[in-house]
């Protein structure tokens, strides 16, 4: 596939459709746009509805595309509800299904788990992986249906994880990676038992990206190469999806420091950790 092309060519039937949540910004912002571009639907989900109504016109400007606005607290029941509903239609009514549901809203709220408000533990959890699991669980039984009865595009879900869930401990950050480790494993298993019934569903996993909610590892000063710019994150994880991966790591260095994580004496990984809280 070309640089410009990371997905197949859509059906002429419909416009296909994607749902991307933490759509307002960063890797979400992105994910729509790129979608876009290719001739996509979107269901935009985030907390800020003016910014979604900002970006909306954007991409309607600039693409010429459906888009649909669905504010919602997806740490919430409310906010679940609303967004797990619109994934469960099948197409009999007026809502298209979705063929895409980008799973990105997140949140990477930091501190010594000692110190963390059990009310803030509770919404990232909420958030990171109570919310993937519902919402991925809505979407599913809609697409199998949809590819038993001879729809020919592609059909699925992208799961954002993260290098912080890899075998490395993550002191200052343990809700985040023990709930993206959570994330990783279920997307693998999941993508398992779907595969076979022509559904995918792959897990990406960034290093470190520049968006809104990195600004405090920003901050510290990393070198420039230490950074995957969200283009590519998004361009490699279409690509992984449209073929039927399971798992994507963006990035030449991340790729590296995959490999030697699970090599290292876990010793030596805990070690270099504690020095970086």
Request: proline share 6%; net charge positive.
């Amino acid at each position: 596939m070309s640089e410009e092309s990371p997905l197949p060519p859509q059906g002429a039937t419909r416009p296909r459709t994607a749902l991307v949540t933490g759509a307002s910004s960063g890797i979400g912002e992105e994910y729509a746009r790129r979608l876009a571009q290719r001739g996509y639907g979107l269901v935009l989900v985030a907390r800020r509805a003016e910014l979604l109504d900002e970006l909306a016109r954007e991409v309607r400007d600039d693409y010429g595309t459906l888009v649909e606005v669905l504010p919602a607290d997806l740490a919430t029941a409310q906010g679940l509800a609303a967004v797990t509903a619109r994934l469960a239609a099948d197409g009999s009514g007026r809502a298209a299904p979705v063929d895409l549901l980008v799973n990105n809203a997140g949140r990477g709220d930091g501190g010594l788990f000692a110190e963390q408000e059990p009310s803030e533990i509770d919404a990232m959890i909420d958030l990171n992986v109570r919310a993937v699991l519902h919402l991925t669980r809505a979407v599913l039984p809609v697409q199998i249906a949809r590819r038993a009865a001879g729809e020919k595009a592609v059909l699925g879900v992208v799961n954002v994880s993260s290098l912080a869930g890899e075998p490395v401990s993550n002191p200052g950050g343990s809700v985040y990676g023990a709930g993206k480790k959570f994330l990783t494993l279920w997307s693998e298993s999941v993508a398992a038992e779907v595969r076979p019934l022509g559904v995918h569903v792959t897990v990406v996993l960034p290093g470190f990206v520049r968006t809104d909610m990195t600004r405090s590892v920003q901050e510290k000063g990393l070198p420039e190469f230490a950074f995957v710019p969200k283009e590519h994150i998004v361009r490699d994880s279409l690509r992984a999806w449209a073929a039927g991966r399971s798992r994507v790591i963006p990035g030449a260095q991340y790729k590296t420091a995959d490999g030697l994580l699970k090599v290292l004496p876990r010793s030596l990984v805990r070690a270099v950790a504690r020095r970086m809280v």
